[in-house]
């Protein structure tokens, strides 16, 4: 069965450092794979998405991750952390077990912001 | 902006009352929308598939006579937890996707807290 590792639960990093969230995922084929934010007592929030082509996705908030079937994964990156980056961060793919397309998520890391 | 919108926000209610939530999609036409529920400090767990015109499909474990779905139009959903208990208590998030193809991205709404006392 498909499924999305996300190993770190909470990262703390200063703002303006760099920041790195890791995600695995398992499946055979090429996978659809997506980053998602969550703010307290909010929804979530598209931040990039992986298809096809090129293997690093620019996405909003200057977010960028890089897709690496060698590895099985698809890992956050952020060149320097802004304190309003804080937030639950979930990793999804598209699960090709249920024929429409829902998605599967990983546990989600939370990033807390030191000033 | 947002394009899809969810309401209430939160809800308070005794034991055995029943609550419905309502998920729009606001500048897109869903005919797939997804139920999700997410519990204090973990992932979302798809609860069902809402499509329009028919019946939703139900994840295992998620009783359907428990929890309604109606998706009557291409821009509504909605979801009735009947004869709400304490254990009914969580964060609803529903979301929709563009029609086509199974990777485009979904759009969640901003979420239900229900709180059942």
């Known amino acids: 069965a498909q499924s999305v590792t996300q190993p770190d639960i909470h990262i703390t990093v200063s703002e303006g450092a760099s920041l790195e969230l890791r995600c695995n995922y398992s499946?055979?084929?090429?996978?659809?794979l997506f980053w998602y934010v969550q703010s307290p007592g909010q929804g979530l929030q598209l931040l990039l998405k992986?298809?096809?082509?090129?293997?690093l996705v620019q996405g909003i908030k200057g977010f960028e991750a890089e897709f690496k079937r060698s590895q099985s994964s698809f890992n956050l990156r952020k060149p320097s952390v802004h304190w309003s980056d804080a937030a639950e961060y979930f990793c999804?793919?598209?699960?090709?077990?249920?024929?429409?397309?829902?998605?599967?998520f990983g546990k989600g890391t939370k990033l807390s912001v030191k000033p | 902006g947002a394009v899809v919108s969810q309401h209430p926000s939160r809800v308070i209610c005794k034991s055995g009352t029943s609550v419905k939530i309502e998920c729009r999609s606001l500048?897109?036409?869903?005919?797939?929308m997804f139920w999700y529920r997410q519990f204090p400090k973990q992932s979302l767990m798809l609860m069902a598939t809402?499509?329009?015109?028919?019946?939703?499909?139900?994840e295992q474990g998620v009783e359907k006579d428990k929890f309604l779905i109606n998706h009557a139009s291409l821009t509504l959903s909605t979801l009735t937890v009947t004869s709400a208990h304490p254990e009914d208590s969580s964060f609803y998030i529903c979301?929709?996707?563009?029609?086509?193809?199974?990777?485009?991205?979904?759009?969640f709404g901003d979420g239900t807290r229900l709180s059942i006392l």
């Open positions: 500048d897109f036409q869903a005919t797939t």
């Open positions: 979301s929709a996707r563009h029609p086509g193809q199974v990777n485009q991205p979904q759009h």
């Open positions: 809402s499509n329009e015109g028919s019946k939703a499909t139900y």
């Open positions: 999804a793919v598209v699960s090709y077990g249920g024929s429409q397309g829902n998605l599967i």
């Open positions: 499946y055979g084929a090429t996978p659809y």
């Open positions: 992986y298809f096809s082509g090129d293997t």
